[in-house]
């Protein structure tokens, strides 16, 4: 069982941002499971208006559709997969005209009533798009302790796919 550690998490972000700023690259996120935490994590360090360009909390699947993510790509993928969590990337991306976009999607520790079709427990899948391409990553997280856990541990995950 992988264990994550949130002073780890938080020092990784302060040098992601820091390594933004120096490269002169703008990020921007499009969240759902992480409701806002990349973008928290990536504006705790000092200058990173520099490169936060904004950022979308979509929880529900009817905002990701109102800021750019196609309803077919939700009805036929579900909003929990590699083709939304792309699709959330990209949206954002255009949006903010970014370097790097961040989409993420998932389930915590309990079922999404909304979609509980497609609701698995601690699977999370998320994106990072570029202008040379997205690429999706699918994450199957062990039970956390708490929300703020889980939405930590995604962040990790992303984090170690951004570098």
């Known amino acids: 069982m992988e264990t994550y550690n949130e002073a780890e998490i ?3 972000y302060r040098a992601l941002t820091k390594k933004l700023i120096a490269e002169k690259k703008t ?9 806002g935490q990349i973008a928290s994590l990536i504006t705790d360090t000092e200058g990173a208006s520099a490169v ?5 909390v979509t929880y529900s ?3 990701k559709i109102l ?3 196609p309803a077919e790509i939700i009805e036929k993928y579900s909003v929990y997969s590699e083709e939304t969590a792309a699709a959330m990337a ?3 991306r255009r949006v903010y ?3 790097y976009g961040i989409g993420v999607t998932g389930t915590t520790g309990n079922v999404d009533p909304a979609n509980a079709e497609a609701s698995v427990p601690g699977k999370v899948f998320f ?11 699918t994450v199957c997280l062990d039970p956390q302790p708490s929300r703020i856990m889980y939405k930590l541990a995604v962040a990790e995950e992303i984090y170690k796919a951004f570098k």
């Open 61 to 63: 699947n009817e905002a």
């Open 127 to 137: 994106a990072i798009s570029t202008s040379k391409g997205t690429s999706a990553h």
């Open 27 to 35: 990020i921007t996120t499009m969240e759902s499971l992480t409701s």
């Open 90 to 92: 990209d949206a954002c």
């Open 52 to 56: 936060l360009k904004g950022a979308f």
């Open 67 to 69: 800021q750019g993510v």
């Open 97 to 99: 005209d970014a370097d």
């Open 10 to 12: 938080r020092a990784h």
